[in-house]
């Protein structure tokens, strides 16, 4: 088989099912429809199918003719909270859900790359696990995993996509090391006497304490931080008191801490002491908590050139860009990147012709649609070259 001409051949479903997904969009953990309609494609082709994975993801398993190893093709599922203003023919029939992130393209891409693949079982030698996951947006890819979809049999790579609007279309992105930043949502709830706003010297208020934490940690990130290990601490939500002459009991605060580097948790432990220092100067009391949204997500050197190798081979050198697209967004891919020597690629979708060149997460937000069939050239010829090099 020809891939190319297999997957020329394929566009219009290509097509098809990108414009039956975005039109379908569903949040995470409620892709209930998106997860039938690619389960039922997976057998259809003939894959073992296992279904409801964390509630609502999907995995195909192709096992090739021959014994081998196995590789991971890894695509989210889910929509945003958003209301769609792209005026396309095909836009979202619920209203306040949008595929507004390029996942609708990413599950059309991988059901083609799989129907291509099951095409050619008979040549592979190893195997190829299909993982379509659920509530990328809020780091679902941990839950999945825990319920052990790196096993049986056992997972010794992986590889990950994503529809790039920062990038021209038809250009492919892809670099070693550090590529999209660990996120920590906090949260700081600082506590002090309330009272009257006529006598604040009977009050510790908490507000003042909290904006000194707040000016605080940012001068922490411009003074104490290697400007050579990218760190973001950025603020979202404050909340305090009911009234103007009311000095409240507590005061929240909350953001989010990013870092393109390894050290996010000596920077969780300078937060605490930063924040702790100011409480005592102004008396009050903190409660300071992190969440995970994603790890830092680190593209492994070997599948690295293994796949810029393929990408070359597809569009040309001169529309690689291997430099310079680490990002400060985070991406629960990271989540099997740190588990099995993995990469994560950025295929361009920018065309402001087309319209295509609005921000991710953004109500206009589209993608180019011709280049849906490089994506799947990249990932069919990656998992093909990946089986044969580590089976010979």
């Known amino acids: 088989m020809e891939i190319r001409n297999e997957i020329e051949r394929l566009r219009e479903e290509l097509i098809g099912l990108r414009r039956d997904f975005h039109e379908n969009p569903e949040l995470g953990f409620q892709e209930f429809r998106t997860g039938k309609v690619v389960a039922d494609y997976l057998e259809g082709l003939g894959l073992e199918v296992r279904r409801n994975v964390a509630k609502t993801g999907v995995v ?81 890819a941990e839950i999945m995993i825990g319920e052990g979809i790196l096993e049986n049999p056992t997972v010794d790579a992986a590889v990950g996509m994503h529809l790039w609007s920062p990038i021209q279309s038809g250009k492919i992105g892809i670099a070693k090391g550090p590529l999209m930043a660990s996120s920590y949502y906090f949260k700081i709830i600082v506590h002090g006497r309330g009272g009257h706003g006529g006598a604040p010297h009977t009050t510790i208020s908490p507000i003042l304490s909290g904006i000194d934490m707040i000016k605080a940690l940012q001068e922490m990130v411009l003074n104490e931080t290697d400007p050579l290990k990218p760190t973001i601490i950025s603020f979202g939500k404050v909340s305090a008191g009911t009234y103007p002459i009311i000095i409240p009991e507590k005061m929240e605060i909350e953001g989010s801490l990013r870092c393109l580097h390894k050290d996010t948790l000596q920077v969780q432990d300078r937060i605490r002491e930063v924040v702790d220092g100011i409480s005592r100067v102004h008396r009050t009391t903190f409660r300071l908590e992190f969440k995970c949204g994603n790890d830092l997500l680190y593209n492994n050197e070997e599948m690295t050139s293994l796949a810029e190798e393929i990408a070359e081979g597809i569009v040309g050198r001169e529309n690689l860009i291997t430099s310079d697209i680490s990002v400060m967004l985070g991406e629960d891919f990271a989540e099997f990147s740190k588990r099995v020597p993995s990469t994560f690629i950025f295929l361009g979708t920018a065309n402001q012709k087309k319209g295509t060149d609005y921000p991710h997460h953004h109500p206009k937000f589209n993608i180019d649609e011709d280049v849906l069939p490089i994506g799947v050239e990249l990932l069919v010829k990656t998992a093909m070259e990946y089986l044969e090099e580590k089976s010979a």
């Open 60 to 140: 195909g398993l192709l096992r090739g003719k021959g014994p081998g190893r196995t590789i991971a093709l890894r695509t989210d599922m889910d929509a945003l909270p958003l209301s769609e203003a792209t005026g396309l023919g095909f836009s979202s029939r619920n209203e306040g859900v949008m595929h507004a992130c390029g996942h609708d393209g990413h599950l059309a891409m991988m059901l083609v790359a799989a129907k291509v693949l099951s095409g050619i079982k008979d040549e592979l030698r190893g195997n190829v696990k299909f993982i379509f996951q659920p509530n990328e947006e809020d780091a679902g």
